[in-house]
């Protein structure tokens, strides 16, 4: 059943390992993401479901199987640990087999997980205790709209499953240049509004052309998020939003 829910940005930026002597101008979002750990935690969840920001690039939804999952950051100039985590090969079993009739869903197995899902493990596992991860990617050519029915869909058999499930939404808001920063700002404003008011209509409303232009990573995640939330009466907290070096980043928890 699903027993937390929260969204956090995919930057690797938030680990200290990878931002260094720049870490303290992201200490407030990790301390937000922080929160969202101990929640975690506390809730006792045996597995996370990690809506990454990177989309399946055809009409079939994705899910990362593996027993076995790494997560090393060599690409952002950090050689050193490598971290590793079981994966949950068994409810995406499930999700497969009563969805995999109506919904184009597709299984790979890539033991190595992308940098939104590597980081979002590390910033969110404790050192005594390490959760089964099932990556999942939205087809990417669905519209928002239908990315939030097929979340639906997914809350059933994730309530249905066994064990205690966090759900997990990754992902930045708005990437802007410096003359269009206020811009991103202002719609990264806009879409906090729409999830404290409970306006879904307004989150899925964005045009195509508007995510492109803003390079808008979230909403994807997010739109699968709400989805998985329809029906279930929570509230949305926002912990944190900033705006850096023209992205826009949000911690969020529902509660």
Known sequence: MISYAAHIPHSPLLLPQISRGKFRQFKKMHQAVAQIKHDIYSRGCDTLILLSPYASPNRAHLLNISPQFSASFEAYGSFGASFSFPGDATIAYQIRSRLGTEHLITAITSPRLD????????????????????????????????????????RDVLECAGGKIGVVSL?????????????????????????????????????????????????????????ILDGIKCEADVLNYEQKYGVGMMAVRFI
């Open 115 to 154: 940098s939104a899902s590597a980081s979002a493990a590390v910033l969110l596992s404790p050192p005594d205790a390490a959760y089964r991860l099932l990556p999942v990617y939205a087809a990417s050519m669905h519209p928002l709209e239908q990315l939030y029915e097929f979340g639906k869909k997914l």
């Open 171 to 227: 992902g930045d808001l708005s990437r802007t240049a410096s003359q269009s920063r206020e811009e991103g700002r202002k719609l990264d404003l806009a879409i906090v509004k729409s999830l404290h008011e409970h306006d879904t209509e307004s989150l899925l409303g964005h045009a195509p052309a508007e995510l492109s232009r803003f390079s808008l990573g979230a909403l994807s995640p997010l739109a699968l998020m709400k989805g």
